[in-house]
């Protein structure tokens, strides 16, 4: 990974903070987009001290905030003219706690997972190109259901946290084909990957019940597992051309999700949300 750089999102806990110290210990050149720049800036120096590599940089963006999304871009574009790979690993799940909307008056969950995929990509695509090869990396989960793109912030439906959280999910691979297709013969892969259940922060607001059968799926898997699919995907020169694929464990999985109508309608709806002009179906 000498000489790559590599902005990973959701780095300062649990399985994203490991993606980025192991492809740092790699070589990469390590942006970190955090919400809390403080804390962003404690990980850029610990990785600093474990990988005695250059330095990570620490960078502000909030991925439910599309003001913020678009803010970071434009200071990303400024800084640097190559990123040759991009991480969407940001993700919330509310678990217990109430809905909450986003600045923008979207449901929190699905700004977060699924609009903060959505337009980060967009925001950084030009910078993605003419880095290619480069690659598109969405952080996605076994825990996919609960679809229904006529209710996507579930305004009809009860809230759930879980089902939300769940219908994100479904939508980031959705969404991971929709792109592939459209930078197909660009040089830029897309693909997504799960990281397994691990019981990080993610899980930090389940009920109690709900949180004690997860310990028990899980198995104990940690998060050098759960990272590892991540980092074989941003580094290994193998996949330079593989796209379009979802991975657990760095073998490629069966994805219910695929569904080219779907798929559409659901970037589309992203499209509008975020104020961008739908490209033409790919």
Not at 51 to 61: D, E, F, L, N, Y
Not at 71 to 78: I, L, S
Not at 162 to 175: G, I, N, P
Request: net charge positive; charged share 25%.
């Amino acid at each position: 990974m000498q000489g790559k750089r590599v902005l990973i999102t959701g780095p300062t806990s649990g399985v994203g903070k490991e993606i980025a110290l192991e492809l740092a210990g790699l070589g990469a050149e390590v942006i970190l987009g955090c919400r809390d720049l403080v804390q962003g800036k404690r990980v850029a120096a610990d990785i600093a001290r474990q990988t005695r590599s250059g330095k990570p940089v620490a960078m502000r963006i909030d991925t439910s905030s599309q003001a913020s999304i678009r803010a970071f871009a434009q200071d990303f574009r400024r800084r640097y003219r190559r990123l040759h790979v991009l991480i969407n690993n940001a993700s919330l799940n509310r678990g217990t706690l109430p809905r909450v909307n986003s600045a923008d008056g979207i449901e929190l969950t699905f700004a977060t997972n699924v609009l903060g995929y959505f337009l980060l990509t967009q925001e950084l695509l030009p910078v993605l190109k003419a880095s290619a090869p480069s690659r598109i990396i969405n952080v996605a989960s076994q825990f996919a259901s609960d679809l229904d793109l006529e209710d996507l912030q579930f305004n009809r439906r009860p809230f759930e946290s879980f089902k939300v959280y769940a219908q994100s999910k479904a939508c980031d691979r959705l969404l991971t084909w929709a792109f592939a297709r459209r930078l197909k013969g660009t040089g830029v892969t897309v693909n997504a990957m799960t990281p397994g259940l691990i019981m990080t922060g993610l899980y930090r607001n389940a009920p109690s019940e709900l949180a004690e059968r997860l310990r028990g799926y899980s198995g104990g898997r940690t998060v050098q597992q759960g990272a590892d699919t991540a980092v074989w995907l941003a580094s290994d020169p193998r996949l330079e051309r593989v796209s379009n694929k979802f991975f657990e464990d760095r073998e490629e999985q069966e994805c219910e999700f695929r569904n080219k109508a779907d798929e559409e309608k659901l970037w589309k709806i992203c499209s509008e949300l975020t104020s961008l002009a739908p490209e033409a179906k790919a």
